[in-house]
């Protein structure tokens, strides 16, 4: 036939996404505005087509599009320097002689930690870093051993702004993992274990979670986590950079693929697969 040996290319959105950690129990980050102001401030479109070559989009929320559960009318944080800068202000803090913002004679200066050995990494750390010099925050960027970074600063929370990737599960629970206010209490050791280092905890967030989980009902469900994504945006614990675009490529003549949202063609079901001769 017209398409026999033909591959179709299938586009999907991954179901999860790099992030920026920020560290909310930790001065200045332990204040909403100048979180949302880092938000604000950076130009995530623009890093994605440099850094990933545009094969990825910029998540809206902590659940994206591809989920069921996906909050359609959510209110985001959208690249804004001067909104960055007016809740700077708002938050007390005045412009130096060099540019830098300061609040009682300390300056707006941040540490940035990321995996070192990855030029998308670096190239998104540099970009980050440029649009925040931009508003008058300064970041000092530290590349280092993947487990050496958890280990020696993101479970003690010795950092301010970090990087890493998370993957979700099918169903929107998968919030309760990195959001959940309960897996932000450090250890004996002092240490966080949990995907929960940015030590978020917001009681609201934290009671609509666990509501769904005990709800059944699909509608309800997607209402109470429409709520859980508009606080966590508003709060801003993370900036989420980017969930990559992947292409899978298929043959008319397999048949019986299944292809799960964010996942593309799962592996889980080779056996179904079977060509029509």
């Known amino acids: 036939t017209e398409y026999e040996g033909r591959l179709i290319p299938v586009q999907y959105e991954r179901n999860g996404w790099g992030y920026m950690l920020l560290n909310t129990q930790r001065a200045p980050l332990d204040d909403a505005r100048v979180r949302q102001a880092l938000t ?64 009682n004679g300390e300056k707006l ?3 940035f930690y990321a995996t070192a050995g990855s030029s998308l990494i670096e190239a998104l750390a540099t970009m980050a870093r440029q649009d925040w010099e931009k508003v008058g925050i300064k970041v000092n960027v530290q590349l280092m051993d993947f487990n050496a970074m958890n280990e020696t600063r993101l479970q003690p929370g010795e950092y301010d702004i970090a990087f890493q990737a998370f993957n979700l599960g099918l169903d929107p ?18 240490l966080v274990t949990s995907f929960n280092r940015m030590r978020y905890d917001n009681p609201e967030v934290n009671a609509l979670l666990e509501e769904g ?34 292409t899978d490529f298929h043959t008319p003549r397999v048949k019986g693929i299944v292809n799960f949202p964010g ?13 029509e001769e």
């Open 109 to 111: 200066e941040l540490d």
């Open 40 to 103: 604000h401030a950076l130009n995530r479109q623009a890093i994605v087509d440099v850094a990933l070559d545009g094969e990825a989009v910029v998540p809206p929320g902590p659940l994206p599009p591809v989920s069921w559960a996906y909050k359609e009318d959510l209110k985001t944080l959208d690249y804004d320097p001067a909104r960055a800068e007016q809740l700077l202000q708002e938050a007390g803090w005045t412009k130096g002689a060099d540019g830098i913002w300061e609040k």
């Open 213 to 246: 989980r005990r709800e059944s009902d699909p509608e309800k469900r997607k209402e109470i986590y429409g709520q859980a994504q508009q606080l966590i945006v508003n709060d801003a614990p993370v900036i989420l950079m980017y969930s990559s675009l992947y």
């Open 173 to 190: 629970d998968s919030l309760y993992a990195i959001f959940h206010g309960s897996l932000a209490k450090p250890n004996a050791a002092g």
């Open 263 to 275: 996942g593309g063609a799962t592996l889980d079901y080779l056996y179904q697969w079977y060509i």
